[in-house]
């Protein structure tokens, strides 16, 4: 039994090495990028491109805001309401008033450290962002399907502030969906923008009802790997009002936000009424979230030897 214990302590200790090495190598990716002045992000220039979407699972959408409509969003009363509390709690503005505060409290969320959401919205607010709907609606329907049942399942204003810390990889759905990220201001690499993996989004299914054959899975996981090997992790370098469009199976984070600027984006995430998300256990999701710093690790690698 003795014996037994030691050699699966050994064991463990070996794979959490191996995470361990996996993780510091995409860290290591980041740095050397931001060292570097690498730009590791989706080209603008080739505009929005639904065959890549479907392919790689992500593309971009330029002037998915106007710079009008940024400036419109800017002054609708949540966006100042939150700026102005999360001013107050960084210690970088004035205080707001006690019953203000306990208010906001409730609606303005830190996930992780100096990453605040913000998903209710006053009635202004709410008609504002449902309007901006209209540049990419047909987009949207394009890529889900014509006749499918789709919902908005999400609305956020995400505010990533100075310091905040890089999150876990993870998947926003794992049944097919569309997430769309569309930022405020210019995002550099130093700001902590959106890292993707493309090609992940062929390694779970779109549908219950898809054929699941032996060779039809690792045909959908060989090309993934490949597409992710050949292409690198994406770092979401944008100007503002383009958005990264994305499959929700995509695995992602958001980085850490090495700046002296806040990165403030809206998030606007479509899912099909019968997969509301996020369709996944613990297990599945601790699974992939794992997968992703050796997918990450491995795609440097192979950029390396490129």
Request: glycine residues 10%; contains cysteine.
């Amino acid at each position: 039994a003795v014996v037994s214990l030691s050699m699966t302590m050994r064991r463990l200790l070996g794979l959490g090495a191996v995470y361990a090495g996996f993780y510091g190598l995409d860290e290591l990716a980041t740095v050397r990028s931001l060292r570097y002045n690498e730009r590791t992000s989706v080209d603008e220039e080739k505009g929005f491109d639904e065959i890549a979407l479907r392919e790689t699972g992500l593309t971009v959408l330029p002037g998915a805001m106007s710079p009008s409509e940024i400036a419109r969003c800017k002054q609708l009363p949540s966006y100042i309401a939150s700026q102005k509390f999360i001013r107050d709690v960084t210690h970088t503005g004035p205080r707001v008033s006690p019953m203000e505060f306990e208010r906001m409290r409730t609606e303005v969320l830190e996930s992780t450290r100096g990453r605040y959401h913000r998903t209710k919205f006053d009635d202004q607010t709410l008609n504002a962002l449902e309007e901006f709907e209209h540049n990419w609606m047909h987009m949207v329907k394009s890529y889900m399907g014509e006749d499918a049942l789709i919902y908005r399942s999400q609305l956020q204003l995400l505010m990533s502030e100075p310091g905040s810390a890089t999150q876990l990889f993870h998947q926003d759905n794992k049944r097919k969906g569309l997430t769309m990220i569309i930022p405020l201001v210019d995002v550099k690499l130093d700001m902590g923008p959106t890292h993707l993996l493309p090609g992940t989004h062929l390694l779970t299914k779109a549908r219950h009802d898809e054929p699941a054959t032996l060779g039809i899975l690792l045909g959908r996981i060989i090309q993934g790997l490949g597409i992710l090997c050949g292409q690198g992790g994406i770092r979401g370098e944008l100007k503002a009002g383009t958005a990264i469009v994305y499959d929700s199976r995509t695995l992602h984070r958001g980085l850490k936000n090495r700046s002296a600027h806040g990165r403030p984006v809206l998030v606007y995430r479509y899912d099909l009424r019968e997969y509301p998300p996020p369709q996944a256990g613990i297990l599945h999701t601790t699974w992939m979230r794992s997968l992703g710093y050796v997918l990450s690790g491995l795609s440097e690698i192979a950029n390396a030897m490129n």
